[in-house]
């Protein structure tokens, strides 16, 4: 069934009596934001843990730099920018991994908690789903003074991120539905690619090479053939609309990943790229590759992929300019 958002109505609250992080009370600092969210939907702290920390808005990257800054001229370190952070954390929750700064504090069918700490201090982090009720929430303790001055500069930014990004995820997860692709879906998919080749990618290629590159969408076996193959994925709006379509083997290699020329920056990329990485992590891949476009190269980069190479690649008879790129899902 598909999904309609009516509203989304945030409050400050408290802890939820049944959180997992009651155990770590008292503590230094606590607070939590409360969604009521009217969808039918049913949805779960997992999935809207690691949605949280997939997007990483441009203005929350900022915020980090700055962070940075004020602590920078306190003789404090900086530790790991957003992007990378972010990036961290999602591996984290995602095989219920653990490293030197980054753990899963516990989980429940309704809760995913995580610890984030260094020397300095300790931050818990809940998401904790009632129903149509989500609410986060963030336990601090100090280790010490510096702990108290670092957190002095990141409470100001905190809760204004915390309830901006819930939010976004909470429109994402409610606004679109992902499901696999099936062969009644080719004409949708075709001119999707085509369409978002043709106005999207137009900035980065020539006239010729763009029209070399949609003829490729022409090819039904070889669509029929890649749906056999891979993981593919779709996501689609209220109205049934195919607004983006991904896809990705069980060795981890990214072959699509298209979102509609008319619903761009909506964090639909996000939502599909983060599906396809579940895949390839439940399938035991250790590392995603992709050959990226032009185009979609700053997008990958945010997702934490490296420039193996760059290349021209054939698409139907011209050999276009396109990036092989990597991220390892086991380090």
């Known amino acids: 069934m598909l999904i309609t958002l009516m509203y989304m109505k945030s409050y400050k609250t408290k802890l939820p009596i049944t959180s997992l992080l009651q155990q770590y009370l008292p503590i230094d600092y606590t607070d939590a934001f409360a969604f009521q969210v009217d969808t039918e939907k049913r949805l779960f702290a997992d999935d809207i843990m690691i949605d949280f920390w997939t997007v990483v808005p441009e203005w929350v990257s900022a915020l980090f730099r700055l962070r940075n800054i004020l602590v920078r001229s306190l003789g404090l370190e900086n530790g790991k920018n957003g992007a990378n ?13 653990i490293n030197d700064m ?12 995580i610890l984030l700490s260094d020397k300095h201090l300790d931050a818990y982090m809940s998401v904790f789903v009632d129903k149509q009720t989500i609410t986060a929430s963030t336990l601090v ?14 409470r100001p930014f905190h809760a204004i ?14 606004k679109f539905k992902i499901r696999e692709v099936s062969n009644a879906d080719m004409g949708a998919l075709k001119e999707l690619y085509k369409n978002t080749i043709l106005i999207i990618n137009r900035k980065d290629y020539t006239l010729a090479e763009i029209e070399d590159w949609v003829s490729c969408g022409d090819d039904i076996p070889h669509w029929e053939q890649l749906i056999k193959e891979q993981h593919y994925i779709l996501a689609e709006n209220n109205d049934k609309v195919v607004v983006g379509f991904g896809s990705v083997n069980e060795l981890g290699y990214i072959h699509t990943l298209f979102v509609h020329k008319d619903f761009q920056r909506q964090g639909i990329a996000s939502l599909l790229y983060a599906h396809l990485e579940n895949f ?29 190479e760059e290349q021209k690649r054939k698409a139907n008879k011209l050999c276009l300019t396109n990036y092989k790129m990597s991220k390892y899902l086991t380090r």
């Open 161 to 174: 991120v915390v309830k901006a990004m819930l939010k976004s995820t909470l429109e994402r997860m409610t």
């Open 85 to 97: 952070l972010f990036d961290e954390v999602k591996k984290i929750i995602q095989t219920d991994g």
């Open 141 to 154: 303790r100090y280790h010490n003074n510096l702990g108290r001055v670092y957190f002095f500069f990141i």
């Open 280 to 308: 390839a992590i439940e399938k035991k891949a250790e590392r995603l590759t992709s050959e990226v476009s032009i185009t979609a190269k700053p997008f990958f980069e945010r997702q934490g992929f490296q420039v193996d």
């Open 102 to 113: 980054v753990s899963v504090a516990g989980k429940t069918e309704n809760e995913t908690a």
